[in-house]
């Protein structure tokens, strides 16, 4: 189900070394060596090898498979495989945004009707008319109403290009039905390149420094560069 998905994605698949990866790579195996241990005294143990297969295929991912593991479709959704497969790595991946965002607002307010903010949840999500996604890893929250596009980029990845400006498009075509929300797990990196690119094709920012300048304004950490 996981290997081969009922939509499966053209993206090139290559091996790149990955510092993060590495991170990822090392923590499967310190629960499995848990799982081992841990079968001396209880057959429970083996409940660390969830997190395990979980964390090597993100794993996998930073080494040259992609966003693509995350199997995120473009409403927002993913897979009945990715869903249960990768839960223990995205319950990890919201407690880290909390974490990190837990004293700044949900959202901020840039140039015209468009917000940038973390992910949010299904109280933050209303108001907004439309939610431009450049998450892979999280999960959508129920909503009435709201038209979500998702644009997966893999977290501490640097967002292609033509990701970026097929938000871009997003953003000016969804802007005119009300409040758009922009957002990243902490809304501080992809969906702030995606409004930073944004402002500069729409003319709002004549270059990126001066777009990145602008999302400074707004009060919220923005971890950009101009390379």
Known sequence: LWLFPSEPTAQKRSFTWSRTGLYYASAPIVLMLLAVIG??????ALFWLWPALSLAIVAAAY???????????????????????????RLGARINAWAWTRRLPSAVHVSDSVY?????????????AAVIDLTGEMLVPKHQGV?????????????????????????????GSG???????????????????????TGKANSTAGAIAMLRQTGRPVHLDTA
């Open 39 to 44: 079968m001396r005294w209880t057959p429970l």
């Open 63 to 89: 080494f040259g498979l992609g966003v693509s593991v995350f199997q995120k479709r473009t409403d927002g959704h993913v897979s009945l495989a990715s869903y249960w497969l990768l839960m223990p790595y």
């Open 116 to 128: 940038l903010g973390r992910f949010p949840n299904e109280s933050e999500i209303k108001g907004f």
């Open 147 to 175: 038209h979500w596009m998702a644009y997966p980029v893999l977290d501490l990845t640097a967002p292609p290009i033509q990701t970026l400006r097929d938000a871009a498009q997003a953003i000016q075509m969804t802007r």
């Open 179 to 201: 409040k758009v929300l922009v957002c990243c797990a902490l809304g501080m990196q992809r969906s702030a390149a995606a409004i930073a690119l944004w402002l500069v094709e």
